[in-house]
């Protein structure tokens, strides 16, 4: 079982930076694909980010160019780096995880979740 924690959202300016941080324990981490999604109030939740146990990224085209998805296999620990943040970028940002699945861009490839952190980007 795989239990995964994030941290670092909070209220920033349109513009601004913001790091999450998701931490894994329970699994072998480097044998887990890493994702971020988000989800807005009375929409789906959204991917955002994939980061696979083989360091292949993928993006959202909403988020490309602005979001990097990384890890630090020795922390056991990914990161999405958020800059030029806009404000439909508000939401909650949960990390998830699954074992050596590729391409991994949908919530039901994944069948580990984090709680989520808030993340609300004003104008």
């Known amino acids: 079982q795989v239990q995964l924690v994030e941290s670092g959202g909070g209220l920033v300016q349109a513009g601004a930076s913001l790091r999450l941080s998701c931490v894994a324990s329970?699994?072998?981490?480097?044998?887990?694909?890493m994702g971020w999604f988000r989800q807005a109030p009375g929409k789906e939740r959204e991917f955002v980010a994939r980061?696979?146990?083989?360091?292949?990224?993928y993006y959202a085209d909403s988020v490309k160019g602005r979001f990097t998805i990384s890890r630090d296999n020795a922390k056991n620990t990914v990161y999405l780096q958020m800059n030029s943040l806009k404000t439909e970028d508000t939401a909650v940002y949960y990390c998830a995880a699954v074992r050596l699945r590729i391409p991994a861009i949908t919530a039901r490839d994944y069948n580990y979740w984090g709680q989520g952190t808030q993340v609300t980007v004003s104008s």
């Open positions: 329970g699994g072998t981490f480097t044998t887990y694909t």
């Open positions: 980061l696979s146990w083989g360091g292949s990224t």
